[in-house]
């Protein structure tokens, strides 16, 4: 009975390692402001174009109208890099005092494609939360060379 107990709760504990990413951030940013999470209706709509263009798996959760103390913001980066785990690498920071607002972006990699999770917040709408996957393929021609690859997009569009 024993080890029937633990084999359960390991296998429940690996699986809540496995959730991380936005689920993450909606349960850091939840508990700690006694907020609500509102997903965006109709995003299912994007998927074929999302698709085609080498995006996969998006999730977006939006805190409308939560305004983060700029002080706080500090914490909170903290938190989620700790609470993400050693798969989550951060990528890009931004930090703006003088308009309270910044974003941050951690990337996570399978080897076949490139996970991004993008965290920003301002004071007009709140705490947004997007998460994505990209193929390596897809993201190995826009570091190439994004500038023609742009190029080459504008002009098969007639622009």
Same mark, same amino acid.
């Given at each position: 009975?024993? !080890?029937?107990? $633990? %084999?359960?709760? =390991? ?7 496995? /959730? ?42 939006e ?13 909170? !980066?903290?938190? $989620? %890099?700790?609470? =993400? ?7 890009? /920071?931004e930090?703006s ?53 742009? !190029? ?8």
């Amino acid at each position: 009975m024993k !080890r029937a107990c $633990l %084999a359960v709760l =390991l296998s429940l504990s690996s699986l809540a390692q496995a /959730e991380t990413g936005i689920a993450t951030v909606v349960q850091v940013v939840e508990s700690r402001y006694g907020v609500r999470h509102h997903g965006v209706p109709g995003l299912f709509l994007a998927k074929p174009l999302l698709i085609k263009s080498g995006t996969g798996g998006v999730k977006l959760e939006e805190f409308n109208g939560l305004r983060i103390p700029f002080n706080d913001s500090y914490w909170l !980066r903290d938190k $989620l %890099a700790k609470s =993400l785990g050693p798969d989550w690498h951060p990528f890009i /920071e931004e930090w703006s005092k003088s308009a309270a607002e910044w974003s941050l972006i951690y990337t996570k990699s399978n080897g076949r494609h490139v996970s991004m999770l993008i965290v920003t917040a301002d004071q007009e709408d709140g705490l947004t939360a997007v998460q994505m996957s990209l193929s390596g393929n897809r993201i190995g021609e826009w570091l190439s060379d994004p500038i023609e690859r742009a !190029r080459r997009r504008n002009q098969a569009d007639g622009n």
